[in-house]
């Protein structure tokens, strides 16, 4: 089956600066990337997700890349703000499998 | 906008108790899940359901069933519970077929004595 691993477990940040946070995974027939943000007491969103016809997609301060070669892909937070504090979930899955897999989560502190 | 309601926030039970965690979504999505959520090891797949009366085992089914009688509605079940069984429950919900963007409820925190 299908194996995430995520790094770093926990990441501090000044604000304003970036956050790169890495995953890998294990099925080479994985094709959907999503990542979700949960912050405390909170469900976790949906914050952005690829496919794997695209190698990068962003949404004004995120973004995230893919490279299915190496079978890892990132989440990239650029001008980081105390708002972003947070648990990050990577995920992935394929379109024969309708379940997702996670990683172990990214705490994310900013610090103002 | 997507809802997913979980019947309870906090529970507490007693060993060997049977437990019924309640789920309900209002989006007519066909897959719902259960996922169990611990310190340093994510989110982990109890069970899934793909239809009505359908279900599948995920990576961690041992110690507990579910149920879907109707579409909007997805129980987990844990037959006897158990200490080790203390953690966050999430439920979710997704469109038809895979690769689809999951939209979970506010989770229920279990502790069992």
Redesign the interface.
Known sequence: GENVEQHPSTLSVQEGDSAVIKCTYSDSASNYFPWYKQELGKRPQLIIDIRSNVGEKKDQRIAVTLNKTAKHFSLHITETQPEDSAVYFCAASHTGRRALTFGSGTRLQVQP | DVK?TQSSRYLVKRTGEKVFLECVQDMDHE?M?W?RQDP??????IY?S?DVKMK?K??IPEGYSVSREKKERFSLILESASTNQTSMY?CAS?NR???????????TRLSIL
């Open positions: 997913v897959n899940f996922y340093g090891l994510g989110l982990r797949l899934f793909y599948e995920g990576d999430l997704s077929g895979g690769n689809q963007p999951q939209h979970f409820g506010d989770g």
